[in-house]
Nanobody, 113 residues
Framework: QVQLVESGGGLVQPGGALRLSCAAS????????MAWYRQAPGKERELVAS???????TYKDPVKGRFTISRDNAKNTVALQMNSLKPEDTAVYYC???????WGPGTQVTVSS
């Protein structure tokens, strides 16, 4: 059983930055792939970025160069640093154990002037 809790969302102006964090329970955190997804109103949930236990990362094309996923296996946390935010980044962001049904409750990110 894994529990995930996101934090760090909020309202930011275009061009601004936010850092999301996800705290995970469980003893196998260091070997599992973690991911961030997002879901905008009226759209399907989509993968934003993922990171392996060893730190190999992948990103969805629209966020490449702007977002950075990272993890701290000692603290069971995964983070998403989001820079140069755009209005189209507005969504609820979810932490996920990649490929599993373990999801956090989500955190709202709104990019608006």
């Amino acid at each position: 059983q894994v529990q995930l809790v996101e934090s760090g969302g909020g309202l930011v102006q275009p061009g601004g930055a936010l850092r999301l964090s996800c705290a995970a329970s469980g003893s196998l955190f260091s070997i599992i792939v973690m991911a961030w997804y997002r879901q905008a109103p009226g759209k399907e949930r989509e993968l934003v970025a993922s990171i392996t236990g060893g730190g190999i990362t992948t990103y969805k094309d629209p966020v490449k160069g702007r977002f950075t996923i990272s993890r701290d296996n000692a603290k069971n946390t995964v983070a998403l640093q989001m820079n140069s935010l755009k209005p189209e980044d507005t969504a609820v962001y979810y932490c996920n154990v990649y490929g599993s049904h373990y999801w956090g409750p989500g955190t709202q990110v709104t990019v608006s002037s």
